[in-house]
Nanobody, 126 residues
Framework: QVQLVESGGGLVQAGGSLRLSCAAS????????MGWFRQAPGKEREFVAR????????DYADSVKGRFTISRDNAKNTVYLQMNSLKPEDTAVYYC???????????????????WGQGTQVTVSS
């Protein structure tokens, strides 16, 4: 079992930045690839970014590529999502998720992740 707790969400103006954190506890964090997803009201949960267990490889949705950066600190059992140049369409609840396929780079389907956090709200005003 892996417990995940997101933090860092909030209200920001368009063009601004936020850094989300996801703290993990339970099983060995470095055994899991980690992903970020988001869900806007009335929409399905969508993939944002993924990082392999080692942190050496990442994958991004086209909508955030060049603006968002995923990273992890295995010593702190934490994964981050740095979000720059935010747009109103980035408004959503952001979730982190853990996947035990630690070496696989591209996994974009939410139902392939094993553990989920409770989410943190990000609101971008225009």
């Amino acid at each position: 079992q892996v417990q995940l707790v997101e933090s860092g969400g909030g209200l920001v103006q368009a063009g601004g930045s936020l850094r989300l954190s996801c703290a993990a506890s339970g099983r060995t964090f470095s055994n899991y690839a980690m992903g970020w997803f988001r869900q806007a009201p009335g929409k399905e949960r969508e993939f944002v970014a993924r990082i392999t267990a080692s942190g050496l490889s990442t994958d991004y949705a086209d909508s955030v590529k060049g603006r968002f950066t995923i990273s992890r600190d295995n010593a702190k059992n934490t994964v981050y999502l740095q979000m720059n140049s935010l747009k109103p369409e980035d408004t959503a609840v952001y979730y982190c998720a853990a996947d035990n396929r630690r070496l696989v780079v591209v996994v974009r389907s939410a139902n392939q992740y094993d553990y989920w956090g409770q989410g943190t709200q990000v609101t971008v005003s225009s």
